[in-house]
Nanobody
Framework: QVQFVESGGGLVPPGGSLRLSCAASGFDFWRKIMNWYRQAPGKERELVARISAHGTPMKYVDSVLGRFTISRDNDKNTLYLQMSSLKPEDTAVYFC??????????WGQGTQVTVSS
């Protein structure tokens, strides 16, 4: 059974940093393109970043370029998102999922990121 467990969110002031983690199970993690998505209140879920099976970042949404870094550890079946210079508009629930171009697995609970002073 495919499962994603996101963690690492929290409340941070503008300009702060967070590192999100996604523990994946139930499939061959090392074979799959992986993604971070986010959903802000009242908005649709959007793709934030994508990484190849081998660990090469493939895509960032324009609004996070230069501030967020996606990475993965295939030995640990874990996906990461390092976020810095956070802005209030980054406030959202962050989710991970596999696949390209569309998400393929069931969604986890996500992790809440709130950027506020």
């Amino acid at each position: 059974q495919v499962q994603f467990v996101e963690s690492g969110g929290g409340l941070v002031p503008p300009g702060g940093s967070l590192r999100l983690s996604c523990a994946a199970s139930g499939f061959d993690f090392w074979r799959k393109i992986m993604n971070w998505y986010r959903q802000a209140p009242g908005k649709e879920r959007e793709l934030v970043a994508r990484i190849s099976a081998h660990g090469t970042p493939m895509k960032y949404v324009d609004s996070v370029l230069g501030r967020f870094t996606i990475s993965r550890d295939n030995d640990k079946n874990t996906l990461y998102l390092q976020m810095s210079s956070l802005k209030p508009e980054d406030t959202a629930v962050y989710f991970c999922n596999m696949g390209y171009p569309n998400p393929e697995g069931s969604w986890g609970q996500g992790t809440q990121v709130t950027v506020s002073s």
